[in-house]
Structure formats: C-alpha cells, structure tokens
Nanobody
C-alpha cells in the first residue's frame, strides 16, 4: 500500500505561481510512475503531468506544456508540480496519483490516489 498526501494548493491571481507537493509513504519502492491529475466541476478528470520515479522521462498535457514542471525528490519520497503563468482554466482540484506504469494520462493505470488539493486562479 502507498499513501499520498498533497499540499500547496490555494488561491492565486492570473499569472501567478504555485507549487504542489505530494508526500508518499508506505511501499514506495513498488511505485514507478507518479502523476498529477486535475478535475474541474462538471468536467472529467484529466492528466496534467507525470514522471517516472527512476528519472529520465516526464510527460505533460498540452494545456500546461511550458508552464508547469513536474519533478520527483526520491530522497524525500515527494512529487512536486511547479505551476507558473497560471490561468483561470487551471482552476481545479488537483490529485496526486501513483502506479506501476502504463499510459500516464489514463487514470485507470494508477492504483493510489491522494485526497486532492484545490487550486483557484482568478483576477
């Protein structure tokens, strides 16, 4: 089992920045792929970004490329999402997810989820 706890969400103005954190505990050695998903009211959950814990590969959704950066600190068992140039359409609940591999944008490939952290972007 793996437990995930997100933090770092909040309210920010358009163009601002936030850094989300996801602390993992438990059987973390079994995890190879970690990701951030988001879900806005009335919309489906979408993949934002993903990274392999072994390093080397990262993936981004088209809407966040060039603005968001995902990275893993294995020493701290923590996943981060640095979000810059935030837009109102980035407003959503952000979820951390962990799994063993597969298509990073498919939520069904992730067996472990955090409780979510809210991000609100407004003028």
């Amino acid at each position: 089992q793996v437990q995930l706890v997100e933090s770092g969400g909040g309210s920010v103005q358009i163009g601002g920045s936030l850094r989300l954190s996801c602390a993992a505990s438990g059987d973390t050695n079994s995890i190879h792929l970690m990701a951030w998903f988001r879900q806005a009211p009335g919309k489906e959950r979408e993949g934002v970004a993903a990274a392999y814990t072994g390093g080397g590969y990262t993936y981004y959704g088209d809407s966040v490329k060039g603005r968001f950066t995902i990275y893993v600190d294995n020493a701290k068992n923590t996943l981060y999402l640095q979000m810059n140039s935030l837009k109102p359409e980035d407003t959503a609940m952000y979820y951390c997810a962990a799994g063993y591999g597969g298509r990073w944008y498919q939520s069904s490939n992730f067996g472990f989820w955090g409780q979510g952290t809210q991000v609100t972007v407004s003028s």
